[in-house]
């Protein structure tokens, strides 16, 4: 069974323009999750979908949003760059809602933003 | 103060040894996990805790919810265990977001 892949790998991007990254969970995974990693704040969630609903969200701008397909494949979008939005983005699936069940990691986006 | 505090930051260790990582944590939560990061980024699941102890292999992790308080555990320790070690929570109710430790780096020299 193919893990979970999220794509592109890497990316570059100037301030002020936008990005959308995918997610493609494990076949039969119904809930992605998407995290955020830099090395000052660490890992921190941005958001959870569970069959096309978003069911939690992080502390971020509204400038962060997402969404997931009915074949529960996922994209975030961020609008109008930052530096600090410079990160690893790594998103999870898992079978049913997160809280009751493991998580597969995706190998994550890295978004340079210059 | 972070929600979940993990020790130590940094660790080294000869190939065979004992290990043990701690994460303590503030809140009230439905699930605690560990999970281990590679250089390159790639996340692997290792445990999902709500009580008591887990085994696989050689990780052990255990979990004190009356403490508030996970050690994750190493035996017989091989340079292939190098890695990033995090422990994240499941805080109960409401938005039951997952929220992480900074994590604990992990050498194990041969």
């Known amino acids: 069974k193919a893990g979970v892949t999220q794509t592109p790998r890497y990316l570059i991007k100037t301030r002020g323009q936008q990005v959308t990254l995918s997610c493609s969970p494990i076949?039969?995974?119904?809930?992605v999750s998407w995290y955020q990693q830099t090395p000052g704040q660490g890992l921190q969630f941005l958001f959870e979908?569970?069959?096309?609903?978003?069911?939690n969200k992080g502390n971020f701008p509204g400038r962060f949003s997402g969404r997931q397909f009915s074949n529960s494949r996922s994209e975030m979008n961020v609008s109008t760059l930052e530096l600090g939005d410079s990160a690893l983005y790594l998103c999870?699936?898992?079978?049913?809602?997160?809280?009751?069940?493991?998580?597969?990691f995706g190998p994550g986006t890295r978004l340079t933003v210059l | 103060k972070n929600e979940v505090e993990q020790s130590p930051q940094n660790l080294t260790a000869q190939e065979g040894e004992f290990i043990t990582i701690n994460c303590s944590y503030s809140?009230?939560?439905?699930?605690l996990h560990w999970l281990q990061q590679h250089p390159g980024g790639g996340i692997v699941s290792l445990f999902m805790?709500?009580?008591g102890k887990k085994k696989h292999g050689r990780l052990i992790a255990t979990i004190n919810i009356q403490e508030k308080h996970s050690s994750l555990h190493i035996t017989a320790s091989h340079p292939r265990d190098s890695a990033v070690y995090i422990c994240?929570?499941?805080?109960?109710?409401?938005?039951?977001?997952?929220?992480f430790g900074k994590g604990t780096k992990l050498t194990v020299n041969p």
């Open positions: 994240a929570v499941r805080i109960q109710g409401g938005s039951e977001k997952l929220v």
């Open positions: 076949s039969g995974h119904r809930s």
């Open positions: 809140v009230g939560i439905s699930a």
């Open positions: 805790l709500s009580s």
């Open positions: 999870a699936s898992s079978l049913g809602v997160p809280q009751n069940n493991e998580q597969f």
């Open positions: 979908y569970f069959s096309e609903t978003q069911r």
